[in-house]
């Protein structure tokens, strides 16, 4: 039987995507392992899956990249706290390493020190990441300002003008520490952004084409298929039976980033509208205010019960949140706050399934009118659902991890 590792970053946002896949495995005779978050501990062995917790250590370090005042200071802040969790889920991978002697291992793209400790020990490995990683391809703009592809010479101009000032500026700040943590493990210094995030032989991304830009250069180690919407199972709640007409679902993330501003413009400017507003906030309800009769706050709602009754989903651009929706061929609506939140909202123009609003903008009036407009998108909702349908899923993932395994361990 083989024995498979699967590690996550402490995130609810990055954990729920990586489920199907070990499902997938699980169920084709593999024995999977999961280090993650504590509290989902019990979720987690109720499927069926060993697992154990993460050092409590790693989600001490606070996420701050949404203080950040641009999107280059707000990568720069990742990248600073993914180093500094990483020397921590380094050694927590090495632990979980030698007690599970596995045959093939799977890293959450954010555990910077896990991926070193994975190369290092030299086994089949793979990176798993639930957004598009900031990998630079032909005719796509560098990540981080959510810029809209431009075709033509202007495009390269703009592209090869802005790229150095965002990707090239965290490079030259963070490769001092990103090889640090290589050191650590006898591991070559890396040279830029691109050759540290295609350094696994395979990487699965949980995306495809109309949402994510073609890209025909990334070639057969990077992997996309398409969205992995896994919510845990739960019950209905008694109170959606009694909903009236459609509802905008209104999300936020799960790791805390100061967005409670959109739940509040939401339920002001949609206190008339012909919807039930449904707001979701993980991270804890805090600084809302009145809630109008046609509105309900929550801390946590599994949206796929919501989702079955919702017309528009208003997201702060977390990738999970607004893929469960357009896998439901459900049009979006996007503020992003930060993260990789911008490149989300201008992957949702790109595929015309619904619009973004820039925070700074962000108004009841202007939302109200950004949701109208995002109700008109249902037709490129439903392209967008149907390739994440066709970039084959779990399956196609569970496939591709099986075929790094030599014939002897398959």
Same mark, same amino acid.
């Given at each position: 039987?083989?024995?498979i590792?699967?590690?996550?970053?402490?995130?609810?946002?990055?954990? &729920?995507?990586?489920?199907?896949?070990?499902?997938?495995?699980?169920?084709?005779?593999?024995?999977?392992?999961?280090?993650?978050?504590?509290?989902?501990?019990?979720?987690?062995?109720?499927?069926?899956?060993?697992?154990?917790?993460?050092?409590?250590?790693?989600?001490?370090?606070?996420?701050?990249?949404?203080?950040?005042?641009?999107?280059?200071e707000?990568?720069?802040r990742?990248?600073?706290?993914?180093?500094?969790?990483?020397?921590?889920?380094?050694?927590?991978?090495?632990?979980?390493?030698?007690?599970?002697?596995?045959?093939?291992?799977?890293?959450?793209?954010?555990?910077?020190?896990?991926?070193?400790?994975?190369?290092?020990?030299g086994?089949?490995?793979?990176?798993f990441?639930?957004?598009?990683?900031?990998?630079?391809?032909?005719?796509?703009?560098?990540?981080?300002?959510?810029?809209?592809?431009?075709?033509?010479?202007?495009g390269?101009?703009?592209?090869?003008?802005?790229?150095?000032?965002?990707?090239g500026?965290?490079?030259?700040s963070?490769?001092?520490?990103?090889?640090?943590?290589?050191?650590?493990?006898?591991? +070559?210094?890396?040279?830029?952004?691109?050759?540290?995030?295609?350094?696994?032989?395979?990487?699965?991304?949980?995306?495809?084409?109309? &949402?994510?830009y073609?890209?025909?250069?990334?070639?057969?180690?990077?992997?996309?298929?398409?969205?992995?919407?896994?919510e845990?199972?739960?019950?209905?709640?008694?109170w959606?039976?009694?909903?009236?007409?459609?509802?905008?679902?209104?999300?936020?993330?799960?790791?805390?980033?100061?967005?409670?501003?959109?739940?509040?413009?939401?339920?002001?400017?949609?206190?008339?509208?012909p919807?039930?507003?449904?707001?979701t906030?993980?991270?804890?309800?805090?600084?809302?205010?009145?809630?109008?009769?046609?509105?309900?706050?929550?801390?946590?709602?599994?949206?796929g019960?919501?989702?079955?009754?919702?017309?528009?989903?208003?997201?702060?651009?977390?990738?999970?949140?607004t893929?469960?929706?357009?896998?439901?061929?459900?049009?979006v609506?996007?503020?992003?706050?930060?993260?990789?939140?911008?490149?989300?909202?201008?992957?949702?123009?790109?595929?015309? +399934?619904?619009?973004?609003?820039?925070?700074?903008?962000?108004?009841?009036?202007?939302?109200?009118?950004?949701?109208?407009?995002?109700?008109?998108?249902?037709?490129?909702?439903?392209?967008?659902?149907?390739?994440?349908?066709?970039?084959?899923?779990?399956?196609?993932?569970?496939?591709?991890?099986?075929?790094?395994?030599?014939?002897?361990?398959?």
């Amino acid at each position: 039987m083989t024995r498979i590792l699967a590690y996550t970053s402490p995130a609810i946002g990055h954990l &729920f995507p990586m489920i199907p896949i070990l499902l997938e495995l699980r169920d084709r005779g593999h024995e999977v392992h999961v280090r993650t978050l504590p509290e989902q501990l019990d979720l987690v062995r109720g499927l069926g899956l060993p697992a154990e917790a993460i050092d409590p250590g790693i989600r001490a370090l606070p996420a701050d990249d949404y203080s950040g005042k641009n999107p280059k200071e707000a990568l720069d802040r990742a990248a600073a706290l993914f180093c500094a969790r990483g020397e921590l889920d380094g050694p927590d991978l090495d632990r979980a390493l030698r007690d599970v002697c596995p045959d093939l291992v799977l890293v959450d793209t954010n555990s910077w020190g896990a991926c070193d400790a994975a190369e290092a020990w030299g086994g089949p490995w793979t990176i798993f990441s639930p957004y598009t990683p900031a990998i630079s391809s032909a005719g796509t703009p560098p990540f981080g300002p959510g810029l809209l592809p431009m075709r033509g010479p202007l495009g390269r101009l703009r592209d090869a003008a802005v790229r150095p000032l965002v990707i090239g500026a965290v490079e030259k700040s963070m490769k001092p520490r990103m090889n640090a943590l290589r050191a650590h493990y006898g591991l +070559a210094p890396v040279g830029s952004a691109d050759e540290y995030f295609r350094r696994a032989p395979l990487m699965l991304v949980t995306t495809s084409e109309p &949402f994510e830009y073609p890209h025909p250069d990334w070639g057969d180690g990077i992997r996309m298929v398409g969205a992995l919407p896994w919510e845990p199972p739960t019950a209905r709640s008694g109170w959606l039976d009694d909903l009236d007409g459609p509802v905008v679902l209104v999300t936020t993330s799960s790791e805390y980033q100061a967005d409670e501003a959109l739940v509040r413009a939401a339920l002001e400017a949609l206190e008339d509208e012909p919807y039930t507003v449904i707001a979701t906030m993980p991270a804890g309800v805090n600084h809302i205010g009145e809630v109008p009769r046609n509105a309900r706050v929550e801390e946590f709602v599994p949206h796929g019960h919501v989702l079955d009754q919702t017309a528009v989903a208003v997201t702060h651009g977390g990738m999970g949140a607004t893929q469960k929706a357009l896998a439901r061929g459900i049009p979006v609506c996007v503020v992003p706050f930060g993260r990789d939140q911008l490149e989300v909202a201008a992957r949702v123009v790109h595929a015309d +399934a619904g619009s973004r609003l820039a925070v700074k903008k962000l108004s009841p009036s202007a939302l109200r009118d950004a949701v109208r407009t995002a109700a008109t998108k249902q037709a490129g909702a439903a392209r967008v659902a149907a390739g994440f349908a066709a970039a084959g899923g779990a399956p196609a993932g569970a496939d591709a991890m099986e075929a790094l395994l030599t014939p002897a361990r398959h």
